[in-house]
């Protein structure tokens, strides 16, 4: 079993719209949760992190994490055509003093016009 | 502009070659980190340094090797370079504390013909 599992995707949705991107993960003490969206030949950047339960908002981003369920989830409002792009969910393991992060390997966000 | 540099953007090598891929960051970050990413496998950590002084291995070193040069400067060495070894090679930075995200650099695109 992975220890950050998202589905591929790609996920297509209109512009508009909510666009949904799942992601769980296996090591029940995680403490820490990422997301990074990542365009076509460019590198990952930072978009929301999350390490309570419950909801983060910023912007037209959610993110959602259930510690129970070892859940986490990323909505994004209002969807953008340069919202298109691969959602990486990172995950900073217990048990180092350092900052450790384990990714999946992303969901592919199209937004339809 | 502040943040993580890397050098080269692009490279290629003959299977057998060496070389070392340079990584510079100007925001004070204890930590930094090489992950490669490939196509359906994600980004997976190759080494980290968790402070000036310290390496660790990630879940694939074999065959890289790395040095800490100082706070700023991280490099990953080839010393043999294999046609395995083509990816793509991002250097991120980040404080030790675990809520931080990582501040990633633009990457280079590594051939190994």
């Given amino acids: 079993q992975k220890e950050v599992e998202q589905n591929s995707g790609p996920l297509s949705v209109p512009e508009g719209a909510i666009a949904s991107l799942n992601c769980t993960y296996s090591d029940r003490g995680s403490q820490s949760f990422f997301w990074y969206r990542q365009y076509s030949g460019k590198s990952p950047e930072l978009i929301m992190f999350i390490y309570s339960n419950g909801d983060k908002e910023d912007g037209r981003f959610t993110a959602q994490l259930n510690k129970a369920s070892q859940y986490v989830s990323l909505l994004i409002r209002d969807s953008q055509p340069s919202d298109s792009a691969t959602y990486l969910c990172a995950v900073n393991l217990l048990g180092g003093a350092t900052n450790k992060l384990i990714f999946g390997t992303g969901t592919l966000l199209a937004v339809q016009p | ?113």
């Fill in chain 2, 1 to 113: 502009n502040a943040g993580v540099t890397q050098t080269p953007k692009f490279q290629v090598l003959k299977t057998g070659q060496s070389m070392t891929l340079q990584c510079a960051q100007d925001m004070n970050h204890n930590s930094m980190y090489w992950y490669r990413q490939d196509p359906g496998m994600g980004l997976r950590l190759i080494y980290y340094s968790a402070s000036e002084g310290t390496t660790d291995k990630g879940e694939v070193p074999n065959g890289y090797n790395v040095s800490r040069l100082n706070k700023r400067e991280f490099s990953l060495r080839l010393e043999s370079a294999a046609p395995s070894q083509t990816s793509v090679y991002f250097c991120a930075s980040t404080h030790k504390v675990s809520n931080y995200g990582y501040t990633f650099g633009s990457g280079t695109r590594l051939t190994v013909v």
